[in-house]
């Protein structure tokens, strides 16, 4: 080799480490077009943390300190350590992201979008605030202009939060809904969506006759259902809401659509819990829904706070699943929900974890693990019988306590399979859609950074799962949305932290099909 | 007037007007020197919203839409509005403040400034959190070096999230607590701190005996209790951690120092209020203080979450205070605090709000006004007769309820009156020292901006106290610590929000004194 050669290879090599140092693209000709690598601590999860003996919950979890994800036309190909992968792909587009761990999309399995101006409104337990905040802002939405703003911006604050993939309640609009699927899908993403049933108890405006119900879902349905990554679920809005005939209109269309997901509420407040109950003649809230026969896999209950031991064990038996929602529990006060019951190895619900916004004062699913770690925090000290002697069960308590495993595995792997998408995505396994979020485990208030170094040095990464996840019990504990760096759906990065045009705006501008 | 001379008087116009809208200070020639202004929108509290009937609470502020603060030498000389204070004061420097809300700093009754690396950390209850985290990180301060740079820290931290006042616990090491009382004379901060007393239940390391206790908290009482604008605390960290004998040995030193405050834990965590109770042979935790003549005005115990009833009349009594920490109550899952019985109008006990930050995840008095609201509403619902009609209470149920006048006035002149420094601070009356808080009510996740123009429109600001209010609880309940633009202490700027360099460590570089 001459002397120039030599030269001109050790500057390739000093580009190459600026450039992964800068965490930029090295964009060298792509081995396979369409195919792109992103390296980076990498951490996701193949199994259920509390189903592992106590303390052994990072057995559910695979980390990589030096990972390469391999995406094809938006699916993982491969994911695995930098060295033992990369020379599999000769020439791959590779995207070096330093000091950083990427883990899949967060799921949120319970949200209203038509409910995002009104997150975070003062003042009410549940059916006041819905009738002093929540409906009238929700009947804008009729209006097909305000909801295009309002869908928009309720897309860019999921991405800025790192949610690729949410369970939303729609609302009783069929325009916006469509609305809804159209924006989902110029963005790639995986959603679940329908229009919502309601007909008692709510202003005239937002109340859909059974039949008028009936007859939208359906459009909705044949339009939009599996097409793209667009998803349906039939919503019954909340049985306290619905009449009979609201609910005989859901079992009807369920029925038809088998395959379609079904989103309501359960026994968020006592008052509500009561009178939903009364008003159905049932003997409590679920039974609303099973004598319509909607309780079975791909249903979904909000919040459950209030839920019997009994009807527990029926969500369990029938494969349904329960959104646990913490801010907007407490936000409005509906109460604690027992995450270490429905945990209980015997018998364990389908759990998803839930912002509830507007209801949940915050899109970030992040915070919503700080909320739940706090509700479960207290659970497990009223378990230990230090206030009750007759309320100590110490293997329910500590199974509301949310470490970083069960944490971020409820916020994956856990809300996929909450939602029954775990073929499609929750993790890196190949065939899984390509949604992941990019965390910066020093974003946060300023307190974070020196907090954080306690676990690694300043500009050091972690090396072992057991850094990583107290590097991510950092985040949860003291940092908040600021540590999403960058957001990327099936493949392609929509979301960058501090970038001065929303990198959704700019990328998404493909043909909708 | 000449054309020239017209054209000179336009263009003077227009660039006061850009120098406003541009939030700089216009530096026309003081009228006096060491005089200055501040022109905002400006809130601030006269009297205890909870003390007027209900939906009446913004009796107890006051507002201006276009306001003046003018201070002196640090100390606040008149607030009044803009156009009707101005003539007093020709050729004043205005610093101008456009779409912001002034409100006075923030005042945190209760922190741990040693625990600020270890804020957030994982797990346990009180009692083994202690053992775990806060002791081996609280020994690491009997190195003065690396108290130097945890306490420099520690003020950074405060300033960036709008707090001026804290009462500290301090720690065992007497090196720490001077460093800590230079460091906040050296911002002009007012401050109270002590040496903490704990001699049992503790690591080795941690404990003074009472003699050597006594003996550091005099020459500390001596050298900086109303220096500058030092205050000092004794400190009986918490009963289940003193031995009789160091309790003793604080109620020898009230004695002697009469004019110091007391600073210290109750009834925390219901194994920690049990166990102390029962060690010190005492019918309740607040009589082990009792007992040592401790319980008076300037005594505030910190959390409070297990008092009965008697306890809280006996506060209410003497006088006395209780540190109200929500964020650190559901960390630690200590329990939900009764803020509608300490706020009852027949018994009332003073009260300061507090992070009690590392215990609490965040140095955000904001946060903390966010996670009091969500406590606060869960208690109103367990009181309204839904759950359990015998514990049906209406007038305590709707005084848990934190609305943003009770909310800020908590978070400022309400802590003033908890540590009994309403003379000194809290509002803006003539007189008082002029620390405050800028606050940008836009300030906060992406979901805040929309969410605020609900109240005002983009580029608006609020035209009077109802508007005021509303945007503040957009502040607590969707923004964050990013709703801080700039923080001031004693007539000076110490932090800009997004400044490159700390505002503080660039302006404070005058002589300790």
């Known amino acids: 080799m001459t002397r120039a050669n030599l030269l001109k290879k050790a500057c390739a090599v000093a580009l190459t480490f600026m450039a992964c140092s800068l965490n930029t693209t ?16 990498i951490l996701d999860f193949v199994d259920d943390p509390w189903s592992k003996p106590q303390g052994h ?8 300190p030096d990972g390469l994800l391999v995406i094809k036309d938006g699916i993982v190909k491969e994911c695995g350590p ?21 883990v899949p999309g967060f799921v949120d399995g319970h949200i209203h979008f038509p409910q995002t101006r009104v997150l975070g409104a003062y003042g009410e337990q549940l059916l006041p605030w819905l009738l002093e905040w929540v409906f009238p802002e929700e009947m804008k939405y009729k209006d097909p ?19 690729t993939t949410v369970q939303d309640y729609g609302t009783s609009f069929e325009s916006a809904i469509g609305e809804y699927f159209d924006e989902a899908d110029r963005r790639h993403m995986r959603v679940i969506c329908g229009l919502s049933g309601l007909d008692r108890n709510a202003p005239e405006g937002m109340c859909l006759t059974p039949q008028a119900f009936y007859d939208g879902s359906k459009r909705l349905i044949e339009k939009y259902h599996g097409k793209g990554r667009n998803l349906y679920c039939i919503v019954p809005r909340f049985a306290y809401g619905d009449s009979d005939e609201m609910l005989s209109a859901c079992g009807k269309l369920h029925k038809e659509f088998p395959d379609c997901w079904i989103n309501t509420h359960v026994s968020e407040n ?34 459950g706070v209030w839920l019997s031991n009994d009807e527990f064990e029926r969500l369990h038996k029938a494969g349904a699943a329960i959104s646990f929602c913490p801010n907007s529990n407490t936000f409005l006060g509906s109460g604690y929900f027992r995450l270490g019951k429905a ?14 916004m507007g209801g949940g004062n915050s899109f970030s699913m992040i915070n919503v693990l700080n909320q739940a770690y706090k509700i479960g925090m207290c659970n497990n000290t009223l378990m230990d019988g230090s206030v009750d002697p007759s309320k100590k069960n110490d293997a329910e308590g500590e199974r509301n306590k949310l470490n970083a495993m069960r944490a971020f595995y409820s916020a994956t792997l856990g809300g996929a399979r909450g939602l029954y998408l775990e073929d499609k995505i929750g993790n890196f396994n190949p065939g899984k859609e390509a949604d992941f979020v990019v965390l910066d485990w020093n974003g946060g208030p300023m307190a974070t950074k020196w907090h954080q170094t306690l676990i690694v040095k300043e500009g050091d990464s972690p090396k072992n799962i057991d850094q990583a ?3 991510l019990f950092g985040v949860m504990a003291v940092g908040d949305d600021r540590a999403v760096d960058e957001t990327w759906v099936y493949g ?9 045009t929303p990198v959704a705006a700019v990328e998404t501008k493909h043909e909708n099909n």
Chains 1, 2 share one sequence.
């Open 492 to 500: 392609k990065r929509l979301y960058k932290r501090g970038a001065a």
């Open 26 to 41: 090295t964009s060298v000709k792509a081995a396979d077009a369409g195919t792109i690598g992103v390296r980076s601590g």
């Open 270 to 303: 006592p008052t509500e819990t009561r009178n939903a109950a009364a008003e159905h003649h049932c003997k409590d809230y679920l039974g609303c829904y099973e004598k319509y026969g909607m309780v079975g896999p791909k249903f979904t209950a909000g919040h």
């Open 145 to 163: 202009a305000y909801a295009k703003v309002g869908i928009n911006n309720f897309f860019d604050n999921l991405l800025a939060n790192g949610t």
């Open 82 to 102: 930098y060295d033992a992968t990369i020379s599999k792909y000769p020439g791959l587009d590779v995207t070096t992201l330093k000091n950083r761990i990427v």
């Open 57 to 64: 919950g990072d057995e559910a979890a695979r980390f990589l």
């Open 343 to 356: 945990t209980d190895p015997a018998a364990p619900v389908r759990l998803t974890f839930g912002t509830d």
């Open 469 to 471: 996840a107290k590097l």
